[in-house]
């Protein structure tokens, strides 16, 4: 018997979401944000701050950083020092930040497209320089080029990679020799590795993220780990994250630029929910992973069968479905403009995150199966 109801959505029309406030018509499934009912240990832990009936400033309890060490303890089997996590006010933030710590005007900062689209900007609006190192895309499925990327690691002006794993958009559950290798490439050229674990949590069952520190002593010493419960439990809207680093000077170093920009206090409403989500969250998320994962099979299958030039790359990793379009069109924002005015149906271009995103899209499988089913007869119905 299953404890929470995924088929059950959350009524965000009208509310001021980004996601949601769009033509009444439009099914939108764009941006990294589920549409599930939020858990009740979360609204309880809201509750009681609302009950509080003052919202002024707040500490950082002993507990947000004691449920963190526990859950990558036990479900990522990682051990973090308490000393080790720096608590920001959101990851994107935090990268922005680090970009501007760690590396100067001008530098080439290394991603790897297609990749999340706001490290472009992290990168870009504090002129620095974007340096891709392009996935390889062969036989429907994504790998690193380690000789380009070890070409521009190893440039003089390349002072910081920022890494995604698991990766957003394609799905990629990085190895622990792909990890190492990223980790010692970095160290031979004196490059920091930011690696965001966001989406760590959306693990298809039989499968496993490891955490990028995981791999070997090397790999502690060059990198900084973005983690939160943003993603996972759907608050991305309560803003907070933590990072790791167990350099010493590198967390120091760090740790002044986030107070230096000024993100570095909780939200009144955060810090609650989070040691909730953190300790009372297990069951959920392994349920969560089951619902999503049957609605990607639901998608392969129907596409499979009923969409056969559509490429549905295999992923079992983040809620993201990422399809190759190149049958129908070379360009996904043309296309994507098209469904929206045709279909009524809102998927991100993969061109977002990089020209290697062209002839994709990105869908966002966090949502009802009765919704992706009605997603899946638009698409079909705009394709024919
Ligand atoms: C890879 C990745 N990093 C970071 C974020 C956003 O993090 P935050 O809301 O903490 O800034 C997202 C959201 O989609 C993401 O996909």
């Known amino acids: ?86 608590y920001t006010s959101g990851i994107v933030a935090a990268i922005s930040s680090i970009v501007r710590r760690v590396t100067n005007v ?40 380690f000789n380009d990327l070890e070409a521009k690691l190893s440039l003089d002006k390349t002072s910081l990679l920022i890494f995604c794993n698991p990766h957003n958009p394609t799905g990629n559950l990085w190895s622990k020799v792909e990890l190492a290798k990223i980790g010692e490439l970095a160290k031979k050229h004196n490059v920091v590795v930011v690696s965001d674990e966001i989406h ?47 350099d010493e000077k590198l967390r120091k170093f760090v740790d002044r630029g986030f107070n230096n920009d000024e993100i570095a206090e909780p939200n009144f409403f955060s810090m609650d929910v989070n040691i909730a989500a953190f300790t009372k969250g297990d069951e959920y998320v392994d349920e969560l992973n089951e619902y999503i994962s049957n609605n990607r099979k639901y998608m392969s299958q129907f596409i499979k069968e009923r969409l056969p030039k559509l490429k549905l790359i295999e992923a079992h990793s983040t809620y993201f479905a990422w399809v190759d379009i190149s049958a129908y069109s070379s360009n996904s924002v043309e296309f994507c403009s098209l469904l929206k005015q045709k279909a009524h149906l809102f998927f991100s271009d993969g061109e977002e995150y990089g020209k290697s995103g062209r002839t994709f899209i990105r869908i966002n499988l966090a949502t009802s199966l009765a919704n992706v089913k009605e997603a899946l007869n638009r698409l079909e119905k705009f394709l024919a």
């Open 1 to 86: 018997m299953k404890k929470y109801n995924f088929d059950k959505l959350a009524n965000r029309r009208n509310t001021s979401s980004l996601k949601w406030d769009l033509e009444p018509e439009c099914l939108p499934l764009w941006v990294a944000d589920m549409d599930f009912l939020a858990p009740d240990f979360i609204v309880e832990a809201l509750q009681k701050r609302v009950d509080i009936k003052a919202y002024g400033y707040s500490l950082i309890p002993e507990d947000f950083y004691k449920s963190i060490i526990r859950w990558w303890n036990d479900r990522h089997h990682v051990k973090f020092e308490r000393d080790w996590l720096v």
């Open 106 to 145: 001008g530098d080439n900062v290394v991603v790897m497209s297609p990749v999340y689209n706001i490290f472009y900007n992290s990168i870009i609006n504090n002129q620095r320089v974007v340096l891709d190192s392009p996935l390889v895309y062969e036989n429907g499925q994504y790998h690193i080029d």
């Open 200 to 246: 760590c949590d959306f693990v298809e069952n039989g499968y496993e993220y490891i955490p990028f520190i995981a791999a070997n002593e090397t790999n502690k010493e060059v990198s900084i780990t973005c983690v939160s419960p943003s993603k996972v439990f759907n608050i991305a809207g309560l803003q907070s994250a933590c990072i790791v680093i167990p």
